[in-house]
């Protein structure tokens, strides 16, 4: 059965609040927990809440967090910054991904469109219901078609006097 979607917003009950909190810490430590087991990285935690304790917890260990931002502060600058992304460059990088898929698509849709046009050709459809602008590529998509026929029959050719 789902679990109802959780509203994300500060919750006013301290009791409710700190149950809360411990739970999703331990999930939360339990998660870096097997990232750290299954992919064998070198992985640390620090949590600091004001309302529960007055020292930051730190998972593993304090030494072990200590020796994991220590190894990362001894890296170069370019480096450090190498992986992170801001929010903002996030999205940029998302945007770019989702434009070349987009990209993509479009080209993919066009050579479709193309090769159905094509075969209604074939098939005895006017040339004359094709737009001007649209010729061109439709020249280049039949001259590939019969390019890759060329090709098949060239092995075929080949195969065939081999046996």
């Known amino acids: 059965m789902a679990r109802n979607r959780v509203k994300l917003a500060y919750i006013e009950n301290n009791a409710a609040r700190k149950a809360s909190y411990n739970k ?39 030494v072990a967090a200590h020796r994991i931002l220590s ?10 910054s190498n992986r992170t992304l801001t929010q903002e460059s996030l999205i940029k990088q998302m945007i770019g991904k989702a434009e070349e898929r987009l990209k993509k698509m479009r080209e993919e849709n066009r050579r479709m469109e193309f090769t159905q046009i094509m075969f209604q050709i074939y098939s005895g459809r006017p040339l004359n219901t094709v737009k001007r602008e649209d010729l061109n590529d439709l020249h280049m998509l039949i001259d590939q078609n019969l390019n890759a026929i060329d090709t098949r029959l060239q092995m075929l050719n080949e195969s065939f006097v081999l046996q």
């Open 24 to 62: 999703r810490k331990k999930g939360l430590l339990k998660k870096v927990n097997e990232l750290s087991t299954l992919c064998g990285v070198e992985a640390c935690v620090v949590i600091y809440s004001s309302a529960s304790d007055s020292q930051p917890e730190v998972w593993p260990s304090t």
């Open 71 to 80: 190894g990362f502060k001894a890296l170069p600058a370019v480096e450090q």
